[in-house]
């Protein structure tokens, strides 16, 4: 129908991918399947590299499933004076938006300012202009200042306008961060050039007699003992928060460890109990930090926080100190807003892979002073390893790289063989990106739209997540209509739009291997879901993705405690047991 029949990425090619992956030599390993790893293995099949990219756990499981999940250019750290990074993120917003058009979606963020706090209206005045200006004109609407209180009633009823000065409005970009990594992998896929396998972990570098790095040993983390050698020309370590795991061999004058980690926690409400209109920007009443309280569609995203983490990289949560650091200004700045654990939906935390500033001995910078710029670093080995950035200069950060130091690697270790070294190949449209307006002229749609089988929320929604491909997932329940029938019945569609369909086609197009990967990091329902529906989900969830994946009732079972186990982690505010 729209051609992406053909191109499946399913779970049970897993098996296909591993083959590849200890059979053949690649030209560039790379280590990490966040969005980091993703763009570098898109960039690099579209300069005609073969690539294999392979992630200890699902992709997209590190910081790349929790972030604020925005495109966008930054606003907060034009106090910072980091006027390129900012220039650079909003460019790569504007091409995100332009190019992916479904899962990129435009969201205006109110930032007010209030008697006492230090962003007065001159400041307000000169960030929105410089936020205008450093985008040259080039964002879908240009922000603004007023200073009319009236116009805030107006706008947001909800917002107190006790010491209200007047506000500014900027536009940016809301999306699912982990969609947008694994349609970056299905790209690479695609291209036929990119072998890419979840729950492969890469346990130490394979060197050559010079010394030099020439591959990496792979452990299967479904099939114990399973250990292999990739074999690649260059290999890549884009593995976030775990880079210095795998960093040895450093340059002179880099600190003993690379990342900082720093943890920020999110919290979920449904848009009726915190009513806001637009998004907001507001500053802490506690330490005047800059935070965001976020609509998306139908529910109410609130973060993020920024401290210094030591505990487990692999599991991040939420505490209840987190929150209400969180909540206590919102309540102050929205008084009607029921903003309570006993109104959260969910939570969830994720640690930032900065890069460690290099300064002085005994100097401390804070946490939101490091700077979310990249760094790349070439060890003495060979290895080539990225980390720090954003989100939404993925596809800069993967251009670098290859530009700096992968092309010039290339032409020493893959003699004989050309790449294209352009700039801004990978600044193309997504294949799966649609417009709403071609969504809505497409034949099906409309016979959907007017049969009343799906209501406006659900095709809505399929729409934002998959664009082209919701066209096939509304086929297929043509063939099979139990697949309309919703995966949380007990809500309503604007707060769970989500039909089973979603799920037979997460399997054979998205390549997950365990229920986690599919309600947390393809259907967004994790963290969107009050735990107490949990596990009715899973269980139906459980059950179809089980029939297509061979799993029997003692899988399914394990399957289901793994993941309520996930949930209850990310569930400081609900006590109860999730069955
Ligand atoms: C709270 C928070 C909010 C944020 N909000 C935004 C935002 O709104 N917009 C924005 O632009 N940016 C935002 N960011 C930053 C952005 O999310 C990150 O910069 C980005 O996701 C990092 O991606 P990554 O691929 O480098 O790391 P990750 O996504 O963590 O990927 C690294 C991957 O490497 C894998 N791995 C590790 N070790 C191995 C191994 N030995 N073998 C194989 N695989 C391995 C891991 O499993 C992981 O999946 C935010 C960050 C945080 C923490």
């Known amino acids: 129908m729209v051609g992406i029949e053909a191109l499946p990425f399913s779970s049970t ?15 560039i390993l790379i280590i990490g399947g966040g969005v980091t790893g993703a763009g570098i293995a898109r960039d690099a099949t579209l300069r005609g590299f073969n690539v294999a990219i392979v992630d200890k756990n699902d992709f997209a499981f590190g910081t790349s499933s929790r972030s604020s999940k925005m495109a966008h250019g930054g606003f907060r750290y034009l106090k ?7 220039k650079e993120s909003e460019a790569e917003r504007n091409w995100l938006r332009n190019d992916y058009p479904n899962l990129v979606r435009p969201l205006p963020i109110v930032a007010p300012s209030f008697e006492g706090e230090k962003y007065t209206m001159t400041i307000l005045k000169l960030g929105v202009f410089l936020y205008n ?9 240009k922000g603004y200042t007023v200073k009319d209180i009236n116009k805030v009633k107006e706008m947001e009823q909800g917002l107190t306008t ?3 000065r007047g506000f500014g409005v900027i536009y940016d970009t809301n999306i699912d961060d982990g969609r947008l990594t694994i349609e970056s992998i ?3 896929v695609f291209s036929g050039k990119c072998v890419a396998a979840n729950y492969v972990k890469i346990t130490r570098l394979e060197h050559d007699a010079a010394g030099k790095c020439c591959g990496a040993w792979a452990s299967d983390q479904e099939k114990a003992g399973d250990e292999f050698l990739v074999k690649a020309r260059i290999v890549v370590n884009a593995t976030g928060i775990w880079t210095d795991t795998l960093l040895q061999n450093k340059p002179a004058g880099y600190p003993a460890k690379i990342i900082r980690p720093t943890k920020g926690v999110h919290l979920i409400f449904k848009q009726e109990d915190v009513p806001i209109n637009n998004g907001f920007g507001i500053t802490s009443h506690i330490d005047g930090r800059f935070y965001f309280v976020l609509r998306r569609e139908n529910h109410v995203v609130i973060g993020t926080t920024d401290t210094d983490y030591k505990e487990d990289l692999d599991g991040p949560a939420c505490t209840k100190e987190d929150a209400e650091y969180l909540l206590s200004t919102v309540r102050l700045k929205f008084p009607g807003a029921k903003a309570d654990f006993e109104h959260m939906v969910g939570s969830y935390a994720g640690v930032r892979p900065l890069a460690a500033p290099r300064v002085k001995e005994g100097e401390t910078p804070s946490e939101s002073s490091v700077s979310r710029n990249h760094e790349i670093i070439r060890s003495e080995d060979d290895l080539v390893s990225i980390c720090g950035g954003k989100l939404s200069t993925f596809r800069v950060m993967a251009e670098d790289l290859m530009l700096k130091e992968v092309l010039p690697l290339a032409k020493v270790k893959i003699p004989g063989k050309t790449f294209d070294s352009k700039k801004n190949i990978a600044r193309k449209p997504y294949l799966m990106g649609m417009t709403r307006q071609a969504f809505d002229a497409e034949p099906i749609v409309k016979e959907f739209a007017t049969s009343g089988k799906l209501d406006g929320e659900q095709l809505a929604h399929l729409y934002r997540q998959y664009g082209k491909a919701a066209l096939l997932i509304l086929a297929s329940t043509k063939e099979e209509p139990k697949l309309l029938e919703p995966i949380v019945p007990s809500e309503p569609s604007k707060y769970a739009p989500w039909i089973l369909a979603e799920v037979t086609f997460t399997v054979l197009h998205d390549s997950p291997v365990h ?3 599919i309600l947390a990091r393809r259907l967004e329902i994790q963290w969107m879901v009050h735990p107490s529906k949990q596990a009715a989900a899973a269980r139906l969830v459980a059950s179809l993705a089980g029939s297509m994946l061979g799993w029997d009732k003692a899988r399914q079972a394990q399957e289901i405690k793994d993941y309520l186990a996930y949930v209850q982690r990310n569930s400081f505010f609900y006590d109860k047991p999730l069955e």
């Open 80 to 86: 910072s004076f980091e006027f390129g990074l900012v």
């Open 162 to 164: 006790n010491g209200l």
């Open 133 to 141: 200006f450093l985008d040259k004109g080039k964002n879908f609407r």
């Open 186 to 188: 299905k790209e690479a």
């Open 515 to 517: 229920l986690v990967d």
């Open 13 to 27: 090619d897993r098996e296909t991918m591993l083959a590849k992956l200890k059979s053949e030599e690649f030209d």
